[in-house]
């Protein structure tokens, strides 16, 4: 069965610096990849979706990359700050069904 | 548009009980999932209902059920609580379109004692 892995210690980054988070996933590369935010206490919050047959996605200061040979997304935050911190989940869509496979998630703390 | 709204958002119960959750989602979403979260998990899926079908089910017990109502509003009953039903259950619902994003509610915290 699909599964997939996140950093599952806490990513600690600078004020200012870039963040990137990774999702990997076995087997079949999914039709679609969601990233979503968490904070505490709340549900999560949709970020960026990437296909398939995308490369790379941005959306502000958010960039997404899709690898389907690695078996890996990143998901990048520049010019990073306090107000950023928070569990970050990557979710795959595999079009076979309605679905979605959720990652457990990886703590980001941006620190001033 | 009013966001995904769940009631009650805290509950205590004991062993033994049977609690009921209520989702109502974004006005004109027919698409409603539910979600166990507890730490170091991640989100587990239960169900989706979609019109008033269930159309996916997850790997949980015949304990945790659901149903959808015509207005698209849903709930979610665990019976006979166990203390591993502890958790963040999450209700999330989304447009017609198969690969849109997922509008979560807040969760409702349950804590079994």
């Known amino acids: 069965s699909q599964k997939i892995e996140q950093n599952s210690e806490a990513l600690n980054i600078q004020e200012g610096k870039t963040a990137t988070l990774t999702c990997n996933y076995t087997n079949y590369s999914p039709a679609y990849l969601q990233w979503y935010r968490q904070d505490p206490g709340r549900g999560p919050v949709f970020l960026l979706l990437i296909r398939e047959n995308e490369k790379e996605k941005r959306k502000e200061r958010l960039k997404v990359t899709f690898d389907t040979t690695l078996k890996q997304s990143l998901f990048h935050i520049t010019a990073s700050q306090p107000a950023d911190s928070a569990t970050y989940l990557c979710a795959l869509d595999m079009d076979s069904n309605y679905q979605l496979i959720w990652g457990a998630g990886t703590k980001l703390i941006i620190k001033p | 548009k009013a966001g995904v709204t769940q009631t009650p958002r805290y509950l205590i119960k004991t062993r033994g009980q049977q609690v009921t959750l209520s989702c109502s989602p974004i006005s004109g979403h027919r698409s409603v999932s539910w979600y166990q979260q507890t730490p170091g998990q991640g989100l587990q899926f239960l169900f989706e209902y979609f019109s008033e079908t269930q159309r996916n089910k997850g790997n949980f017990p015949g304990r945790f059920s659901g149903r959808q109502f015509s207005n698209s509003r849903s709930e979610m009953n665990v019976s006979t609580l166990e203390l591993g039903d502890s958790a963040l259950y999450l209700c999330?619902?989304?447009?017609?379109?198969?690969?849109?994003?997922?509008?979560f509610g807040p969760g409702t915290r349950l804590t079994v004692l």
């Open positions: 999330a619902s989304r447009w017609e379109g198969i690969r849109n994003e997922q509008f």
